[in-house]
């Protein structure tokens, strides 16, 4: 009975939430609004929030199983976990920089001067203005501060995501084994995002061959969420890691490689790939540690 309702709220869970989402940008697509254009940002809040409106529909009304594994709380003794959602990017980051630096694939422009040629948005071009008008700090290091106080400020929006996926999905899908979980929950967290990858948002260059890497980095990104969120035991270090992950690591790389294609240098391009698969490897190796640890004493 329980397996039979815990599959049951996931089949609605799956259907509100690709309906809410696919329907809120379909809307803006059908408009004649380009997915990168400022107006359809409108239509993206909407979809950002469908996991979190899925899982809250399912949870109250469907199987009426209420929230107490949601995670809601923020449990202070995870602080661990939280500082390594907020810093990681930084590492990801600092590979990428030095992979397209001993590959000679593109050079990173610091001074932002791309940027301000117009090369990234407009939306970039002001924060470089902003950067370069600043009377106290070098440029670099209060662009990592910025970078990192907006992926505070952002948490509560990509919580919209992590509360439906994290908070919900991944716990009820092979829930006893964390790969097979992340690789299930990425797939379909990737695909959920092909109305606007194969658009061209995140790749541009290359939609097609940079909607199928997403599904990929999905994994990853699943597998690296679904263990922050199991060890803080609170979706708010997970929901940090997301929005520093697109706050810290996304702007990053989009700043210093403007006018590189994102396909092959972004937080979600084919350079990030290998730092984000070491990390996950790093995880492995920690759970497996605990996992011997345990038998050693329950021996």
């Known amino acids: 009975m329980v397996m039979k309702s815990r599959s049951w709220g996931v089949f609605w869970y799956l259907l509100l939430c690709f309906g ?36 809250i529909l399912v949870r109250k009304w469907i199987t009426r199983e209420g929230f107490a594994d949601a995670g809601l709380g923020l449990h202070p003794r995870g ?14 980051v600092g590979a990428i920089v030095i992979e397209a630096w001993l590959l000679g694939l593109a050079t990173p422009d610091f001074a932002l ?17 902003s950067l370069s008008s600043h009377p ?5 290091p209060l662009l990592i501060s910025e ?51 194969l658009r ?29 969120f199991r060890r803080s035991e609170s979706i708010w270090a997970s929901s940090l ?5 697109n706050g810290v690591g996304g702007t990053l790389t989009a700043l210093w490689f403007a006018g590189v294609s994102p396909t092959l240098v972004s ?5 990030a790939a290998p730092p984000i698969l070491a990390v996950c490897a790093c995880i492995l190796l920690l759970e497996r540690r605990d996992i011997r640890k345990l038998s050693v004493a329950e021996s």
């Open 20 to 55: 809410i989402a696919w329907g809120s940008w379909q809307i803006g697509i059908n408009a004649g609004l380009s997915v990168m254009s400022p107006a359809f940002q409108l239509y993206l809040l909407p979809g950002a929030f469908a996991p979190a409106i899925a899982a």
């Open 79 to 92: 602080w661990p976990y939280y500082l390594v959602a907020w810093l990681l990017p930084l590492f990801v």
């Open 113 to 129: 001067s791309k940027v301000l040629a117009g090369e990234a948005g407009e939306r970039a071009r002001q924060m470089a203005i």
């Open 136 to 140: 106290v700090l070098p440029k670099l």
């Open 147 to 197: 970078t990192l106080l907006f992926a505070l400020i952002t948490t509560p929006i990509l919580w919209g995501e992590e509360f439906g996926w994290r908070g919900y999905l991944q716990q009820r899908l092979l829930v006893d084994r964390p790969i097979a979980s992340a690789i299930v929950i990425g797939t379909i967290w990737g695909v959920w995002h092909f109305p606007l990858t």
């Open 200 to 228: 061209g948002y995140n790749y541009p260059d290359h939609p097609y061959v940079g909607s199928a890497l997403f599904v990929v980095m999905a994994i990853f990104f699943a597998y690296i969420f679904g263990w922050i």
């Open 241 to 245: 890691a997301h929005a520093a992950t």
């Open 267 to 271: 937080y979600t391009g084919f350079l």
